[in-house]
């Protein structure tokens, strides 16, 4: 098979902001590749990038002047931020600060960065780097969560050490990774066939959910998210937009893709019911744990002198059932892990949680399943069967990918 040939951003038009951040160094090495793919790159700065990266050397990179005031006389004589505005193919700003997120948020137009987003028909893309006490904050959050509403793609932060010392998330994804994101981002010429869910927003949930018994124990499963993130993948390569909701796993996040992080499954089914509603699909991947703790004790339980304990347990809210019950369903789509009676179970699943279709895969043996780099399912639906054979993780989320796309447009057009 002749893979699919990748997007380039070759004579595309790209307008990169720099705001301010100890990342804008990053930005530099970006242009660099930008430029080398063959696209025409035009940077505009704050005034606080400045402080950490000169404008000259974008310049030398670019080629093109750097864009730093709104009221340069030279280029605003004839409007010049509404035409660079109209210009750009894609509007993305990297580094993208705390400070410039909740400008954006707002709305605000008092540079020429924001106003050049405020005005632009082009997609806006943003690659937040902060420090990871600013990126938890809960108004840099609701900030995202306004941005996300509103269209604009947010990709990463990754996780690691940083420039202040501290660990966490934070750091602007690397260069190389906005650039292939960026491929994909700019594909929008490609027909049904080579970018099967172009235009499609799928929401997708991936890992375990944690239930805590007490600040330092929980009850848990084996998922490891592989599958889930291989599948965000595939449809983010499909042309899908992607929001990837994950409980605790150490994978990275897809280039490309949201990521909302959650712990437990009722934190996984606030966040889905939250962004449902505006999705084409929804893949319930994650193994979102059926019971939890009746009461969490707040501090450590002592194992005492009994040799046993007893929890009392509640059930967790039905993630997927409830998606499949809202009033205007997107395409929805369910895993069924099994150890025995796989179809059973799998068609038992299918009817009482109303789903379009179940992926049915055995776990608990010696090949595939949870924590494994490889996989078999059988899809099923209504009246339908396709099973697929134990594989790498990653080249079975493509196969089911382009399943997924061809019964969701095949509803479409029905």
Not at 56 to 80: H, I, K, N, Y
């Amino acid at each position: 098979m002749i893979p699919r040939q990748q997007a380039s951003p070759r004579g595309r038009r790209v307008l990169l902001g720099i705001s301010g951040g100890i990342a804008a160094y990053k930005s530099a090495e970006l242009v660099r590749l930008l430029v080398r793919a063959g696209a025409q790159v035009q940077v505009v700065m704050t005034d606080a990038a400045t402080r950490f990266v000169a404008p000259l050397t974008f310049q030398a990179l670019s080629g093109r002047p750097v864009r730093l005031g709104l009221f340069e006389a030279a280029d605003e004589a004839a409007m010049g931020h509404i035409d660079l505005a109209r210009w750009a193919d894609a509007i993305l700003i990297a580094p993208a600060s705390a400070d410039f997120l909740a400008r954006l948020r707002a709305g605000l137009a008092d540079d020429l960065l924001s106003t050049l987003c405020l005005a632009a028909d082009a997609p806006v893309i943003v690659a937040p780097a902060m420090n990871q006490a600013m990126w938890r904050a809960a108004a840099t959050q609701d900030n995202l969560r306004v941005l996300r509403e509103r269209g604009v793609r947010v990709w990463g932060p990754a996780e690691g050490v940083q420039a202040c010392g501290e660990s966490g998330p934070g750091r602007m994804l690397e260069p190389e990774e906005i650039l292939r994101a960026l491929n994909g981002a700019l594909d929008v010429a490609g027909d049904a066939r080579q970018a099967p869910l172009a235009g499609v927003d799928v929401l997708l949930t991936a890992g375990p959910t944690w239930e805590a018994i007490d600040p330092v124990r929980f009850i848990g499963n084996r998922s490891s998210g592989k599958m889930g993130f291989a599948l965000a993948r595939a449809a983010r390569a499909a042309g899908a937009r992607v929001l990837l909701v994950s409980g605790p796993v150490t994978l990275e996040t897809p280039p490309g893709v949201e990521r909302i992080s959650v712990e437990s499954a009722r934190e996984m089914h606030r966040s889905v019911m939250r962004h449902a509603p505006g999705c084409d699909i929804f893949i319930g991947a994650a193994a979102v744990a059926d019971f939890r703790p009746a009461q969490v004790a707040s501090e450590k339980l002592k194992k005492g002198d009994s040799g046993s304990m007893e929890l009392a347990l509640v059930r967790n809210p039905d993630v997927l059932a409830s998606v499949a019950a809202l009033p205007e369903p997107p395409f929805t789509v369910g895993f069924a892990a099994e150890t025995q009676d796989l179809r059973a179970n799998a068609l038992e699943k299918l009817r009482r949680k109303g789903v379009d279709i179940i992926l049915a895969n055995q776990v608990g043996g010696e090949e595939g399943g949870f924590d494994r780099d490889h996989n078999a399912v059988i899809l099923l639906t209504a009246d339908e069967e396709r099973s697929f054979a134990l594989q790498e993780k990653g080249r079975l989320a493509r196969a089911i990918i382009a399943a997924l796309a061809e019964r969701y447009r095949a509803r479409r057009t029905t």
